[in-house]
Each structure stands twice: as structure tokens, then as C-alpha cells.
T-cell receptor
Framework: NAGVTQTPKFRILKIGQSMTLQCAQD?????MYWYRQDPGMGLKLIYY???????DKGEVPNGYNVSRSTTEDFPLRLELAAPSQTSVYFC????????????FGPGTRLTVT | GQQLNQSPQSMFIQEGEDVSMNCTSS?????WLWYKQDPGEGPVLLIA?????ELTSNGRLTAQFGITRKDSFLNISASIPSDVGIYFC?????????????FGKGTKLSVKP
């Protein structure tokens, strides 16, 4: 199993540009999450999904959108990039059967200038 | 919102020494997770704790779920250079949804050979 994969690994965006961060998992997990990690801070939840077609906001959803059309994929969309969105983004997944253990991808480092 | 206080923020230790770090919360959690993050990588799950008072080991790592359900600690025995990284605690309250995993800000561990 590849686990949780994320692309791209690095990206530089200009203010106002849009992009989609890709996330896929091959563990047949129902639950998927997007976090951002700023320097010296823990992870903050942006959005999560409990299954295909179901998404919900986390702690810091402003400026982002998500969709979940399949169990495997959970893309994160930035519509109008702002410098405040410069961060490292992590996707994670977990099995829905009562386990809260989340498994993380390698991250996408995004810089908005 | 809920906050986790993780201490110490950083540690510089000699190879072979034991390490102890802890996490405290202002509110009760039903699950505590400990993760390690290597530079440029996503967090990797080390230990999961589900019951107050539970003591769980994973090799040289031992973690405990505090009796009050408001704290947890992680010990590393006989540290080695590959223990270097950032250790995060994360807590969850069953009253929340699967998305409500709260992370501490991390303890950065440096090991001198």
C-alpha cells in the first residue's frame, strides 16, 4: 500500500492564483482530513470528510474548498491565494470503525507571494 | 476552543539519555495520540491511548493516559540519533466528530551523539 499520497510536494503561487492540492489514499479509509501546519505550531484542521459526498468545515476553513467524489480522493482547492495561506498542508485518513488513528501524507509546501 | 499545552517546547539531550515530555488540556479527552514528525515529512503515529490510566509501550517509547483524562506523557528510553524530530500530542473528545483531533504545538527533540 502507498498509504496517503499528496501532490505536488512544493508549489509557489502568486497572490490571487488558484490551485488544487491532491490527496489520495489506498487504505479504503472512509474518513479524510486536510490540515495546515504553520512554523512552530501544531496542525490546524481545515476540512474533513466522513465519506464520499460528505464534507464539513474544520477550525480554519476560510479561503478553501473541498470535494469528495470517491472514497480514495480528497482534493483541497484554493480559489484566490493569499500570503496568509503560505503553509505546509497535510492530508490524513482514518478508518471509520471506531479508531481515531489518523495516517498522514508527506505534505505539500505552499508559498504565496 | 480546546487547547493542548505541550512541554517542553524543545529538548537537547545526550545520546543514551531518557526523555520525558507531556501534554495537558483544560478539558477532558477520551483519546490521546502521540506522533513524530521528521523534517520534510508528515507526522507518523507512535502510540494511541484510549483509556484513562492506560500505559502503552512501543519499543523504547512508553506513553500514559492520565487518570484525570486531561493529560498524557511520552517517555523515550536510551535515546538514539534517529529519535531527532518533533513530537506531537493530539487529543480527541468523543463528543466531537471524527474531525475534532486537537494537536499540541510539539516538542522538538535534538540528540547529541
Amino acid at each position: 500500500n502507498a498509504g496517503v499520497t499528496q501532490t505536488p510536494k512544493f508549489r509557489i503561487l502568486k497572490i490571487g492564483q488558484s490551485m488544487t492540492l491532491q490527496c489520495a489514499q489506498d487504505m479504503n479509509h472512509n474518513y479524510m482530513y486536510w490540515y495546515r501546519q504553520d512554523p512552530g505550531m501544531g496542525l490546524k484542521l481545515i476540512y474533513y470528510s466522513v465519506g464520499a459526498g460528505i464534507t464539513d468545515k474544520g477550525e480554519v476553513p476560510n479561503g478553501y474548498n473541498v470535494s469528495r467524489s470517491t472514497t480514495e480522493d480528497f482534493p483541497l482547492r484554493l480559489e484566490l491565494a493569499a500570503p496568509s495561506q503560505t503553509s505546509v498542508y497535510f492530508c490524513a485518513s482514518s478508518y471509520s470503525g471506531g479508531s481515531f488513528e489518523q495516517y498522514f501524507g508527506p505534505g505539500t509546501r505552499l508559498t504565496v507571494t | 476552543g480546546q487547547q493542548l499545552n505541550q512541554s517542553p517546547q524543545s529538548m537537547f539531550i545526550q545520546e543514551g539519555e531518557d526523555v520525558s515530555m507531556n501534554c495537558t488540556s483544560s478539558s477532558i479527552f477520551n483519546t490521546w495520540l502521540w506522533y513524530k514528525q521528521d523534517p520534510g515529512e508528515g507526522p507518523v503515529l507512535l502510540i494511541a491511548l484510549y483509556k484513562a490510566g492506560e500505559l502503552t509501550s512501543n519499543g523504547r517509547l512508553t506513553a500514559q493516559f492520565g487518570i484525570t483524562r486531561k493529560d498524557s506523557f511520552l517517555n523515550i528510553s536510551a535515546s538514539i540519533p534517529s529519535d531527532v524530530g518533533i513530537y506531537f500530542c493530539a487529543g480527541m473528545n468523543y463528543g466531537g466528530s471524527q474531525g475534532n483531533l486537537i494537536f499540541g504545538k510539539g516538542t522538538k527533540l535534538s540528540v547529541k551523539p
